[in-house]
């Protein structure tokens, strides 16, 4: 019976917090709200998900998103600084291919998703056969170095979740 009211208990539980955070603070209505979203939208969204991802490491999950936001905050520094104090011609933009070793699609989704939330870099495409995410960087000085820190901070840690 739980499982047919919860088929994605994790993502009940992102989706209230989220909502919780977004009404700016913990109040009795907005934890109402959000668990009322936490059910109902994987309620709603569960024909398009045939297969259920499984999570194999939760507690990796949290040192993922404790990882994100701290890329993100440092991210949002340095591009202030690019777009502050760099002139337009010392940028060194380009597009980096990231090699996957994950061919599971909500791991692969996740990384372009964290890419592109992470101020400087945002996911382009992916090839057909989900072996390669092409990515573009703001200022990207050593592109084999970017390449492995994307595949060190985030995709180790997906590799993790997803197996």
Same mark, same amino acid.
């Given at each position: 019976?739980?499982?047919?009211?919860?088929?994605?208990?994790?993502?009940?539980?992102?989706?209230?917090?989220?909502?919780?955070?977004?009404?700016?603070?913990?109040?009795?209505?907005?934890?109402?709200?959000?668990?009322?979203?936490?059910?109902?939208?994987? +309620?709603?969204?569960? /024909?398009?998900?045939?297969?259920? /991802?499984?999570?194999?490491?939760?507690?990796?999950?949290?040192?993922?998103?404790?990882?994100?936001?701290?890329?993100?905050?440092?991210?949002?520094?340095?591009?202030?600084?690019?777009? +502050?104090?760099?002139?337009?011609?010392?940028?060194?933009?380009?597009?980096?291919?990231?090699?996957?070793?994950?061919?599971?699609?909500?791991?692969?989704?996740?990384?372009?998703?964290?890419?592109?939330?992470? /101020?400087?870099?945002?996911?382009?495409?992916?090839?057909?056969?989900?072996?390669?995410? +092409?990515?573009?960087?703001?200022?990207? /000085?050593?592109?084999?170095?970017?390449?492995?820190?994307?595949?060190?901070?985030?995709?180790?840690?997906?590799?993790?979740?997803?197996?």
């Amino acid at each position: 019976m739980l499982a047919r009211l919860l088929p994605h208990p994790l993502l009940t539980l992102l989706l209230t917090v989220v909502w919780v955070l977004l009404a700016n603070g913990p109040s009795a209505g907005s934890v109402v709200v959000g668990l009322v979203l936490g059910i109902v939208l994987p +309620l709603l969204t569960r /024909p398009f998900w045939p297969d259920r /991802p499984v999570v194999r490491a939760p507690a990796t999950v949290v040192e993922y998103a404790l990882v994100v936001l701290w890329d993100i905050c440092v991210a949002n520094v340095q591009v202030a600084y690019l777009i +502050l104090f760099k002139r337009p011609e010392e940028l060194r933009s380009r597009f980096l291919v990231v090699p996957l070793d994950t061919l599971v699609p909500e791991a692969i989704v996740t990384l372009a998703g964290t890419i592109t939330m992470t /101020p400087g870099t945002v996911s382009c495409d992916v090839s057909a056969d989900g072996r390669a995410l +092409l990515v573009h960087a703001l200022d990207a /000085p050593d592109p084999e170095e970017a390449v492995a820190t994307i595949k060190r901070r985030y995709e180790r840690r997906l590799l993790e979740i997803f197996g």
